[in-house]
């Protein structure tokens, strides 16, 4: 969230802080981790990130979210490897439903389907006021300054010569909010395809190909028609897929490719996720009244 100078982390498997040194982004601009559950590959890595962003300085405060256990974990952790974490933190049990929200944020959780307690989660931008239109205002003797700010958003103010304004009547139509959805780990399942409805990106796990469907079954994974058939069934704008088992490295019978092809015949729009890989989710333009 470059607009605010924060970075809201979900996992943080082993090797998660060496990752950040090899990047652009900077540990000490965590303000947020979301922990989908409390297996190896997804947690291994917090309690040294935690140290490091101590380290860095200038970290205000880390609020982390997580299913039972994320608590005890790291207590455990800090104490028996005698770390001192310099900077507050605070760790929220999430429960399905709304887990954080902000002026411009809402942040919901749904359970998945895995071996052990696991949660998707979904942000949420709230819509914004559509743009103003500034000379419209002016044509009509409305003088610049504060009472703009309350017509943007949508007040009803009244001028000094009596008249009653309605801020909508300068407001273009309001700017739907993005929205992010992250599914790992999982089987497919009712609630990943409710949390991704609309959304305009959804990051899935799809740790087997199709025809390993039977493994994937066993241990509560997702194929990568899984994950295509959530997006499919959510009319989400675009796929990531992410979580490949090393079993379709370069050298093996199947590759990543053959995964990406098989879930675009479902779900075209999709890409796989790697490491560094960016995508910036594009904001709606806004209309102007005339």
């Not at 959780?109 to 819509?127: N, S």
């Not at 994974?221 to 990531?240: D, F, R």
């Not at 092809?261 to 729009?269: C, V």
Request: charged share 20%; with cysteine.
């Amino acid at each position: 969230m470059p607009q605010r100078a924060e970075l809201w982390l979900f996992d943080c498997g082993e090797g998660t802080q060496h990752q950040f040194l090899r990047s652009d982004l900077k540990v000490s601009q965590i303000s947020r981790i979301f922990v989908t559950h409390m297996h190896g590959d997804h947690v291994f890595g917090l309690t040294g990130l935690l140290a490091s962003c101590g380290l860095a300085g200038n970290v205000k405060r880390i609020d982390l979210y997580g299913p039972p256990g994320l608590q005890e974990y790291l207590q455990a952790s800090l104490r028996f490897s005698q770390t001192h974490i310099s900077y507050p933190f605070t760790v929220h049990p999430v429960q399905p439903g709304v887990v954080y929200e902000d002026d411009e944020y809402i942040v919901s959780c749904q359970p998945l389907k895995h071996r052990v307690t696991a949660f998707g989660y979904r942000i949420t931008e709230k819509d914004k006021p559509g743009r103003f239109n500034v000379d419209k205002a002016k044509a009509l003797g409305i003088p610049p300054g504060p009472i703009y700010a309350k017509l943007k958003q949508g007040g009803v103010v009244t001028l000094p010569d009596g008249r009653k304004i309605n801020g909508s009547q300068f407001c273009g139509q309001p700017i739907p909010g993005r929205k992010f959805v992250y599914c790992t780990d999982t089987v497919f399942c009712d609630s990943a395809v409710e949390l991704a409805k609309g959304a305009d990106v959804l990051v899935h796990e799809a740790t087997f190909a199709h025809q390993d469907a039977e493994l994937a079954f066993q241990r509560l994974h997702s194929t990568s028609t899984m994950a295509a058939q959530v997006a499919l069934m959510g009319g989400v704008k675009k796929l990531i897929m992410t979580h490949f088992s090393p079993r379709y490295a370069p050298g093996n019978a199947i590759l990543l490719d053959d995964l990406l092809t098989e879930a675009k015949a479902i779900f075209p729009n999709t890409e796989l996720a790697y490491d560094f890989f960016s995508y910036e989710i594009p904001k709606l333009e806004e209309a102007v009244v005339a």
